[in-house]
């Protein structure tokens, strides 16, 4: 199926460090949505965008929805070792019933303390 | 807010045997739930969508007569997999979406293992 591409793969940084990863498409997408999942648990809804050009803050996590629809940017600052986890980002497209969500395929965080 | 329960969280079955799993959206009502199954080191592989007093839809090759859903009421969605074999051993996640938002909320997962 459609997958959205999300890079960095995967990153190993200091605590302290502030983390950019992102995600790109060929569609255009209603709303993006980023979720954190820690091992054996389900997807943590961070923040969701809902508008383009949207720049969201939660916390130490900051994301905005790029100007074309097509991507997204998801920033961690000062991280810290909770922040370990995977990160993936989903795009929307709202079509008459359809809300279906396409995925990255995930951005794995490690923090060395 | 927009708390979403699994039960259970991890089951063990015999081949052959039936087993349920029921969402729950907690402090909202969902006209809309999803079932995912994940596998290790992959994202969420969307199974169906159900839809509170109707039939669920299915994605392309997710079988409906194997992967029961039932979607009575609006907090409860029910995935019974039937007939269960080792292969369909996995992780499966719900969500709930918020109808204000057109936001989906998870579960914490089920974790099964057919023997």
């Known amino acids: 199926g459609q997958q959205l591409n999300q890079s960095p793969q995967s990153m190993f940084i200091q605590e302290g460090e502030d983390v950019s990863m992102n995600c790109t498409s060929s569609s255009i997408f209603n709303t993006w949505l980023w979720y954190k999942q820690d091992p054996g648990e389900g997807p943590v809804l961070l923040i969701a965008l809902y508008k383009a050009g949207e720049l969201t803050s939660n916390g130490r996590l900051t994301a905005q929805f790029g100007i074309t629809r097509k991507d997204s940017f998801l920033n961690i600052s000062a991280s810290i070792p909770s922040d370990v986890g995977i990160y993936f980002c989903a795009g929307q497209l709202r079509a008459g019933n359809n809300r279906k969500l396409i995925w990255g395929l995930g951005t794995s965080l490690a923090v060395n303390p | ?115």
């Open chain 2, 1 to 115: 807010g927009a708390v979403v329960s699994q039960h259970p969280s991890w089951v063990i079955c015999k081949s052959g045997t039936s087993v349920k799993i029921e969402c729950r959206s907690l402090d909202f009502q969902a006209t809309t739930m999803f079932w995912y199954r994940q596998f290790p080191k992959q994202s969420l592989m969307l199974m169906a969508t159900s839809n509170e007093g109707s039939k669920a839809t299915y994605e392309q090759g997710v079988e409906k007569d194997k992967f029961l859903i039932n979607h009575a009421s609006l907090t409860l969605s029910t995935l019974t997999v039937t007939s269960a074999h080792p292969e369909d051993s996995s992780f499966y996640i719900c969500s709930a979406m918020l109808a204000l938002t057109d936001t989906q909320y998870f579960g914490p997962g089920t974790r099964l293992t057919v023997l």
